[in-house]
């Protein structure tokens, strides 16, 4: 008798620890279920604007305004991309946009690496109080000091010249910060070891800080293009000519002839402005992803 109690109530304890699996496993489905929906919902959202902006630049103009909007255009009209190349000097503006935001890019990894290394790895007196006017730096957008810098760079006579689009940013608060939050990550071994071996300053720099932090240099490269690529108001203010505007002042340009209503052509020209964006980003996604990880880890 107290064998059959004991099997029955072995039976109904696997009966309930296979009940709360089955439970277990439905809600682990449900709950995988609902992150994947919510992740291709936010993907979408992101992803439509883009999706639309491509769509318009390929339709034909009576087709930009009906509502709701066909996603997928009736006849595909490339003919809209050699109208947009064609409204202005877009090589010159494309040209100019490389040579400002990898000249920009080039003069601030001049200055934050070094200057990144010092703070993250020295401590001397005013350390600190140098690093906050660093920080204070980043809540003063550049709208508010244009002024000041447009008169000074004015008497240099720099105005409609490439220089007067770089020097204003050769060097950036976030990427000092950025990078110094890296490089304090290092173990201090490590250095002690690169300076027994009779390792110069500058060469534990590029060849042991450097190659540690290049998914952050990486990271910090791809923001740094993407902003001062897309720059509108900078040029704007210190160009009165072609002679050093940029491809955004020439997608306005667009609006400007084309009119307001020629959205397809409009489009088109964004879909020139963003591409080099979305091909610099194809190239460092991997170092991105790697930034991030690192510093989770850590």
Known sequence: MKA?????????????????EIATKLLHYVLKAISIAGMIALVLVFAMPFVWMLSTSLKTLPETMIFPP????????????????????????????????????IMQMLTIIPAAYAFARYHFKGSGFLFGMVMITLMIPSQ?????????????KLLNTHLALILPFASSAFGIFLLRQSFKQVQEELLEAARLDSAKEWQIILKLMV?????????????????????YFWPLVMTTDETARTLPLGIAKIREEEGVANWNVLMAGNM???????????????????????????
């Not at 059959?4 to 709360?20: F, G, N, P």
């Open 70 to 105: 066909n996603w997928i255009p009736k006849n595909f009209v490339w003919s809209n991309y050699a109208q947009a190349w064609a409204s202005g000097p877009f090589l010159h503006y494309i040209t100019n946009s490389i040579i400002i935001s990898i000249g920009i890019l």
């Open 144 to 156: 508010l000091i244009f002024l000041p810098v447009y008169l000074q760079l004015s008497a240099w």
């Open 211 to 231: 190659p540690m932090a290049k998914p952050v240099l990486a990271t910090f490269a791809l923001f740094s293009f993407i902003a001062h690529w897309n720059d």
């Open 4 to 20: 059959e109690q004991t099997l029955d109530a072995e039976r109904t304890l696997i009966h309930v620890k296979s009940k709360e």
């Open 272 to 298: 020139i402005l963003v591409t080099p964006i979305l091909i610099a980003f194809f190239f460092a996604q991997r170092h991105i992803i790697r930034a991030f990880v690192y510093t989770g880890v850590k």
